[in-house]
């Protein structure tokens, strides 16, 4: 059982920051990373890390180059960087762990958070 709790979310203007924190209990060898749900859409894939030394990072085309995901192995805890934002980033921001990293990518996960919002205002 692997349980995740995150904070970081809030309400930010357009080209501002958040950082977003997901800590995990449990056992986390696992691809570790964030989906986000706008009202009335589907939930989609943000970004996705490896629970090994490298700590590849995956991120949804939509945030390359402007949001970046980290890792701390020993806190069991995953970072969510996001700059430039926009508008169309607002959405609850979920926090997820699956063996596979396909499954994350298309936004399915065998564990996940129970959210934080963001909201960017124009």
């Known amino acids: 059982q692997v349980q995740l709790v995150e904070s970081g979310g809030g309400l930010v203007q357009a080209g501002g920051s958040l950082r977003l924190s997901c800590a995990a209990s449990?056992?986390?060898?696992?691809?570790m990373g964030w989906a986000r749900q706008a009202p009335g859409k589907e939930r989609e894939f943000v970004a996705a890390?490896?629970?090994?030394?490298?700590?590849?990072?995956y991120y949804a085309d939509s945030v390359k180059g402007r949001f970046t995901i980290s890792r701390d192995n020993a806190k069991n805890t995953v970072y969510l960087q996001m700059n430039s934002l926009k508008p169309e980033d607002t959405a609850v921001y979920f926090c997820?762990?699956?063996?596979?990293?396909?499954?994350?990518?298309?936004?399915?996960?065998?564990?996940w958070g129970q959210g934080t919002q963001v909201t960017v205002s124009s």
């Open positions: 890390i490896s629970w090994s030394r490298w700590n590849t990072p």
């Open positions: 449990g056992q986390t060898t696992y691809y």
């Open positions: 997820a762990v699956d063996l596979v990293l396909k499954r994350l990518q298309g936004a399915v996960a065998d564990y």
